[in-house]
């Protein structure tokens, strides 16, 4: 399970993050900000990385802190936090609830036990 998010999140993520930075209609339809673009570009970039080259206990602290951030971010838009220190995060349900899911996939792939 650890490495299939990681495989799959960290794509998925990257191209979400590159897609909202560099098509306005698209991160306008996600509600995603700049800086929720950029997190999501360098987290998925990151988790890309773990999943396909990391060693395996990289990988599982990787998934933790990815899961970690992802849910934090999701929380922050669900509650109405939509701006931290002048860079704009999330503010659609859209990107809350893949900020939500990724997380919580991130938390439960990080902490289960591997085989």
């Excluded at 349900?93 to 792939?109: H, P």
């Amino acid at each position: 399970m650890l490495q299939t998010f990681l495989k799959f999140a960290g794509p998925l993520q990257a191209v979400l993050g590159a897609g909202g930075a560099a098509v306005p209609a698209l991160a306008g339809a996600l509600g995603t900000g700049m800086g929720g673009n950029l997190v999501n570009l360098a987290s998925g970039a990151i988790a890309s990385y773990l999943g396909f080259q990391g060693a395996p206990a990289a990988q599982q602290r990787g998934a933790q802190f990815l899961g970690v951030a992802n849910v934090l971010v999701g929380v922050l838009g669900a509650v109405g936090v939509t701006q931290i220190a002048g860079f704009s995060l999330n503010s659609g349900n859209v990107a809350m609830a893949i900020n939500l899911i990724i997380g919580v996939w991130g938390l439960a792939a990080g902490f289960m036990k591997q085989k």
